[in-house]
C-alpha cells in the first residue's frame, strides 16, 4: 500500500541557519511527489513537485527538494532559514487508484528561532 | 493565492446535525476534490467529483457525501455529525492531466466543530 512517513514531528532552528525534511514514501510505480507548506489555521500551499525528470527541484520561497529513488526519498532543504519560514510542511505521493489522489505524510513542524 | 474558496472558514454544530460545506475551484479547472485534516494530522481524501460525478472515494462513510455543479464548485454534505468529524476540511481543485502529472490547489479550509 501507499504511503508518506515524515520522521520529524518537529524541527527547531535557528534563523540563517539550513534546513532539511525527510520525507520517506511507499509506492510501486513511478511517483509524483509534492512539498506543501501550512500556516496555522491556514490551508495548503504548494512549495514544489517532482513529475521526471531533473531529480533536483527548485521551489518557492528558496526550497528545493532532491528525488533520491534507491532510497524512496524526496528531503527538502533550504540553506538559510528565515522567521516566517515558521510553519507545518506536509510532504505527498500523488497517484492513481481508480481516480487521483494524494496521500499526506503527517508533517513536520517547523520553529525557527531568533 | 490559488483562486480555490471556500466558505465558511468556520463553523460549530452538534451532534447528530448536517452541515454543507462549499467550495469554489479554480478557473479551468474540472475536479474537485475533498479532504479533511484532523487536529496534528495529515490531510486524508474523503471524495474527488469530476465533471459533477463522484470520481472516488477514500475510507469515509456514506453520510459524507457531495455536489459538484456545471460551474465546477463543489459541496461537502455530512449528515448526522460526530464528535470525531471536527476538523479542517479542505478542497483541492485540479485539471487532470496525460500520465496523471496532476497538482492540486489547495483552498484555505473550513474549521468545523462538533459538540
Known amino acids: 500500500a501507499q504511503s508518506v512517513t515524515q520522521p520529524d514531528i518537529h524541527i527547531t532552528v535557528s534563523e540563517g541557519a539550513s534546513l532539511e525534511l525527510r520525507c520517506n514514501y511507499s509506492?510501486?510505480?513511478?511517483?509524483?511527489l509534492f512539498w506543501y507548506v501550512q500556516s496555522p489555521g491556514q490551508g495548503l500551499q504548494l512549495l514544489l513537485k517532482y513529475f521526471s525528470g531533473d531529480t533536483l527541484v527548485q521551489g518557492i520561497k528558496g526550497f528545493e527538494a532532491e528525488f533520491k529513488r534507491s532510497q524512496s526519498s524526496f528531503n527538502l532543504r533550504k540553506p538559510s532559514v528565515h522567521w516566517s519560514d515558521a510553519a507545518e510542511y506536509f510532504c505527498a505521493v500523488g497517484y492513481t487508484s481508480g481516480t487521483y489522489k494524494y496521500i499526506f505524510g503527517t508533517g513536520t513542524r517547523l520553529k525557527v528561532l531568533a | 493565492e490559488t483562486g480555490v474558496t471556500q466558505s465558511p472558514t468556520h463553523l460549530i454544530k452538534t451532534r447528530g446535525q448536517q452541515v454543507t460545506l462549499r467550495c469554489s475551484s479554480q478557473?479551468?479547472?474540472?475536479?474537485v476534490s475533498w479532504y479533511q485534516q484532523a487536529l496534528g494530522q495529515g490531510p486524508q481524501f474523503i471524495f474527488q467529483y469530476y465533471r459533477e460525478e463522484e470520481n472516488g472515494r477514500g475510507n469515509f462513510p456514506p453520510r459524507f457525501s457531495g455536489l459538484q455543479f456545471p460551474n465546477y464548485s463543489s459541496e461537502l454534505n455530512v449528515n448526522a455529525l460526530e464528535l470525531d468529524d471536527s476538523a479542517l476540511y479542505l478542497c483541492?481543485?485540479?485539471?487532470?492531466?496525460?500520465?496523471?502529472?496532476?497538482?492540486?490547489?489547495f483552498g484555505p479550509g473550513t474549521r468545523l466543530l462538533v459538540l
Open positions: 478557473s479551468g479547472h474540472n475536479t
Open positions: 483541492a481543485s485540479s485539471s487532470p492531466s496525460t500520465g496523471g502529472q496532476e497538482t492540486q490547489y
Open positions: 509506492y510501486g510505480a513511478t511517483p509524483y
